[in-house]
């Protein structure tokens, strides 16, 4: 019998949920995909990479003139400088760029801090590399950080601690502040960071994202872990990256090159030929802030509450205290078999079991997506 590594780990709720969608013939508001068209030119620019032969190896930190796009889109944006050569290294994902550099610093015993709600991979990424979770819940009904909590679960063991802005599922865009707030709570410590930013160009209402790149105390300790499929609409395509300093990178690609040695050719090409236009990647916040403003306009007539509108991200999280007193997964599942409509329960989101009866809509979806669910939802 095979003795589990991940004996708490089932199959993830997006796939659950998901996969209830479809039994039900739901409309999927549930996992965090967009139902409408990525960009034709970057298809474009992928097939003419195949057709001109780029279909070998890339190096194994990714091709250099994306790298060099990405630098300077980072010193346009942010100004900040990295070096394409020793400081970016191209990822099948953010996800396994998370991966990559968690398992680049936790050894087995250390700890490592989450803030809850998180991402899904966090923790079972922190106990394959045998790392003890240490959860600080963020605060409702914002979902800000608690930071004396967390400064009070830094011991002599903790080696690395996980931030995520804007957030998955809550929509919490990082301020200054909360920067400054890490900056000196870590100074003087012997403490990691890793960066989950693969929503940096999803802020709204004229937030700025407020990358760990641009602290530099921050920055010589952290993994900024980011995106494609986020950012362009082709989450399929699975590709991302990790922005670090060079003594972090060098150990992060001997993790790397083991675990996938290079990224998809095509891809990365077309990618740097594509990122050449600015306006693909700034026109998105002001995109993605109408899909929340038609979404919350929409819902406006539900019995749905309305604690904080999302700040980022493509997520909106919801109460439903006015319709049931159901566990959080209990209505989920009720309001996918129902009322045809699937969402996420934010508990997913908690290693602890905590409900604080909220679900998470996506709503980078069709305007007529939106509306449809928004008919059934109002119904409820
Ligand atoms: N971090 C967060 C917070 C996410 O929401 C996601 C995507 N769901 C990822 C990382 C991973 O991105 P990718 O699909 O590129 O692996």
Same mark, same amino acid.
């Given at each position: 019998?095979?003795?589990?590594k991940l004996?708490?780990a089932?199959?993830t709720?997006?796939?659950?949920?998901?996969?209830?969608?479809?039994?039900?013939?739901?409309?999927?508001?549930?996992?965090?995909?967009?139902?409408?068209?990525?960009?034709?030119?970057?298809?474009?620019?992928?097939?003419?990479?195949?057709?001109?032969?780029?279909?070998?190896?890339?190096?194994?930190?990714?091709?250099? =003139? &994306?790298?060099?796009?990405?630098?300077?889109?980072?010193?346009? @944006?942010?100004?900040? +400088?990295?070096? $394409?050569? *020793?400081?970016?290294t191209i990822a099948p994902g953010g996800t396994l760029a998370i991966y990559t550099a968690i398992t680049t610093v936790v050894r087995?015993?250390d700890?490592v801090?989450v803030?809850?709600?998180a991402y899904d991979s966090y923790i079972p990424n922190i106990e394959l590399n045998g790392g003890?979770v240490?959860?600080? =819940? &963020?605060?409702?009904?914002?979902?800000?950080?608690?930071?004396? @909590?967390?400064?009070? +679960?830094?011991? $002599?063991? *903790?080696r690395l601690?996980i931030?995520n802005?804007?957030?998955?599922?809550?929509?919490?865009?990082?301020?200054?502040?909360?920067?400054?707030?890490?900056?000196?709570?870590?100074?003087?410590?012997?403490?990691y960071v890793v960066s989950d930013?693969v929503?940096?160009?999803?802020?709204?209402?004229?937030?700025?994202?407020?990358?760990?790149?641009?602290?530099?105390?921050?920055?010589?300790?952290?993994f900024a872990c980011y995106s494609?499929g986020?950012?362009?609409?082709?989450?399929?395509?699975k590709m991302g990256y990790c922005?670090a300093?060079?003594?972090l990178?060098?150990e992060y690609r001997k993790v790397h090159q083991f675990l996938c040695f290079?990224c998809?050719?095509?891809?990365?090409?077309?990618?740097?030929?594509?990122?050449?236009?600015?306006?693909?990647?700034?026109?998105?916040?002001?995109?993605?802030?109408?899909?929340?403003?038609?979404?919350?306009?929409?819902?406006?007539?539900?019995?749905?509450?309305?604690?904080?509108?999302?700040?980022?991200?493509?997520?909106?999280?919801?109460?439903?205290?006015?319709?049931?007193?159901?566990?959080?997964?209990?209505?989920?599942?009720?309001?996918?078999?129902?009322?045809?409509?699937?969402?996420?329960?934010?508990?997913?989101?908690?290693?602890?079991?905590?409900?604080?009866?909220?679900?998470?809509?996506?709503?980078?979806?069709?305007?007529?997506?939106?509306?449809?669910?928004?008919?059934?939802?109002?119904?409820?």
């Amino acid at each position: 019998m095979i003795q589990s590594k991940l004996p708490a780990a089932g199959t993830t709720i997006f796939t659950v949920m998901s996969s209830l969608a479809q039994q039900h013939q739901a409309i999927n508001l549930s996992q965090g995909f967009p139902d409408f068209e990525m960009p034709q030119e970057l298809i474009a620019h992928v097939n003419e990479a195949m057709l001109r032969g780029q279909n070998q190896y890339a190096p194994m930190p990714g091709l250099l =003139p &994306l790298r060099e796009m990405l630098a300077q889109k980072v010193h346009e @944006l942010y100004g900040v +400088s990295v070096n $394409p050569d *020793t400081e970016i290294t191209i990822a099948p994902g953010g996800t396994l760029a998370i991966y990559t550099a968690i398992t680049t610093v936790v050894r087995p015993g250390d700890e490592v801090i989450v803030l809850e709600p998180a991402y899904d991979s966090y923790i079972p990424n922190i106990e394959l590399n045998g790392g003890k979770v240490i959860t600080v =819940p &963020l605060q409702t009904p914002d979902y800000s950080v608690n930071w004396p @909590l967390v400064a009070q +679960s830094i011991t $002599p063991r *903790t080696r690395l601690i996980i931030i995520n802005t804007p957030h998955n599922p809550c929509g919490y865009v990082w301020t200054r502040e909360d920067m400054q707030q890490l900056d000196q709570l870590l100074a003087g410590k012997d403490i990691y960071v890793v960066s989950d930013e693969v929503y940096e160009h999803l802020t709204f209402d004229n937030r700025r994202h407020e990358t760990i790149l641009s602290w530099p105390n921050l920055r010589s300790r952290a993994f900024a872990c980011y995106s494609f499929g986020k950012v362009f609409n082709n989450t399929g395509w699975k590709m991302g990256y990790c922005i670090a300093p060079e003594p972090l990178m060098k150990e992060y690609r001997k993790v790397h090159q083991f675990l996938c040695f290079s990224c998809n050719t095509p891809v990365q090409a077309g990618m740097a030929a594509f990122l050449h236009n600015k306006d693909h990647y700034l026109q998105l916040s002001a995109f993605m802030q109408e899909k929340r403003n038609y979404f919350l306009d929409l819902m406006k007539g539900s019995r749905f509450t309305l604690h904080q509108p999302s700040n980022g991200s493509y997520f909106q999280v919801m109460g439903y205290e006015q319709i049931s007193q159901q566990s959080d997964l209990d209505f989920a599942r009720w309001l996918t078999e129902a009322h045809q409509v699937a969402t996420i329960p934010v508990s997913a989101f908690y290693q602890q079991p905590k409900d604080d009866h909220m679900i998470r809509f996506c709503f980078a979806k069709k305007n007529e997506t939106l509306e449809q669910a928004a008919e059934r939802l109002i119904k409820v």
